[in-house]
């Protein structure tokens, strides 16, 4: 099989070699990506293709690894050059959403919904996929790092998956680090330190983990927050949480990429407010 | 000491115990009060007296715990009588709320608050209190199972400290629920859990807890989690979790004392919504 990878990113380019360890050729976009992008592709063997016709054209498939605001108009984009093969999106998007995606591929649309980080290591990272085509879309990881997983549900399934997963993990990590922030604020950190120590043992430990894990994606997460939010007002339960935990996200941007965040530099960031916070706060202050 | 205690609920009842095996007087207000309250005074010993005036009138402190909503009511009306005591708002209470109470008492009022399950085993349950008096009534608690922390930090610190410890603890159980709430409106439960399993092992036992632990007080945690979205509001950090919370709290409100309910029951509750939300999604649906 010939299939279009949109995009080799950090987590895409693990899709891409998977497909390779099964013998399949996976074709890029090496128009305007960025050099690291270029790097991981060429490394990885993947055949660049100049314009998004080429790659449609040649692939008899094409796998969507994008950030989540994205994932509706690169879907748009190749439906819109006549694609005619299966088309799966495995971003971190609504169940609604990738409904909404799937309508212009009809059957040949598959759900999927990527848990765990980039896939190098066997048993770490798996794609779930829904549809009717995700067992044969299953069929092309069968070796490798990558587990793929067809869900015998439909288009949507896959999608609610990663959103129940990640808005608890990510939702989690944005509450951890909003309580520190909220008790460093008024000062009574070190008592909440001691009173965890002692009815909460391990709880300061998630704070550090979720500051050096979380704060250097953070400014990836925001856009997941939003979509996790709107699969919650979807099932017509609350969406505030993952609201708040978009909104810490955005603040923690500044980190980006940077290594090791001290967790003081986070509660710091989340503290000052985001600009566009801080002008509305500022007007009640 | 003579200590006026307003009111002797089940949390309430385990600070007059403490204070009656450090030898103070407790009194309480014998009117209009619950069976279930009366039972509790009377075996713990407590002096009941007839009207407020008699209560302010014949302590030397009066302590506060009731439900978040009513503690500025309260402490009003104490205020209000002319108690010219200690006061001492135990209650989970936004710090700017504590701040707004303690000005009818100025330097004689002592802000508290309460972590831990009602007070019967020792190390279970501190008494964390701030403002210059907080030594002094520490001290009234010098014996028993309640542990009395005296901060050395101004009024609002301990309420800070209870809610930052139990916006995450009570956050995260709402979070857990809500999670499972939306996997199984999407009828992926069973991929999650497997999921879980793998890569976060123990969460559904997380989930379990939560069920049982918080669903059949739920009914009581809403105004708290409101005190809780005020704090984070407060001190410019998004409030929607805890909004959120308190939402899927009040969802769960027919469980009230409930001994165990299942989870099938929580996540129908929560998934059914509030009459309210039902209206106002209704609208748009």
């Known amino acids: 099989m010939k299939i279009g990878l949109l995009h080799p990113g950090q987590m895409g380019v693990t899709l891409g070699m998977a497909l390779r360890q099964n013998a399949h050729e996976v074709l890029w ?3 305007q990506r960025s050099a690291a992008t270029t790097t991981r592709a060429q490394q990885a063997g993947f055949i660049g293709v100049e314009t998004q016709l080429d790659l449609v054209q040649r692939s008899d498939a094409v796998i969507c690894v994008c950030p989540p605001a994205a994932a509706k108009e690169v879907a748009g984009q190749v439906a819109g050059l006549g694609f005619d093969g299966v088309y799966i999106d495995a971003n971190a998007v609504a169940p609604q959403t990738a409904v909404e995606i799937g309508t212009s591929f009809a059957e040949r649309f598959v759900d999927g919904g990527i848990i765990g980080p980039p896939a190098y290591k066997s048993g770490s990272t798996r794609l779930y ?3 009717a085509q995700a067992p044969e879309v299953a069929g092309w990881f069968a070796r490798g790092a990558l587990q793929a997983v ?10 609610a998956l990663k959103m129940s997963y990640a808005g ?3 939702g989690l990590s944005a509450l951890l680090l909003a309580t520190q922030a909220l008790a460093e604020h008024h000062a009574v950190m070190p008592w909440l ?3 965890w120590e002692q009815s909460q043992p391990g709880t300061a430990g998630r704070v550090e983990r979720a500051a050096l894990g979380s704060a250097p994606k953070a400014w990836r997460f925001a856009g997941e927050m939003r979509e996790i939010a709107a699969s919650y007002n979807q099932a017509d339960l609350p969406m505030g949480f993952h609201l708040a935990a978009a909104q810490l996200y955005e603040r923690l941007a500044p980190l980006k990429d940077q290594s090791e965040p001290s ?6 960031l989340l503290l ?3 600009p566009e916070d801080n002008a509305v706060s500022g007007a009640t202050d």
Do not use: F, H, I
């Open 29 to 31: 976009l090496a128009d």
């Open 129 to 131: 996929l829904s549809g």
């Open 150 to 159: 067809a869900m015998d549900a439909p288009v949507g399934a896959a999608s």
């Open 168 to 170: 608890y993990t990510k």
């Open 193 to 195: 330190a001691a009173e």
């Open 263 to 268: 967790l003081a530099q986070v509660v710091s």
């Open 272 to 274: 000052q407010g985001s």
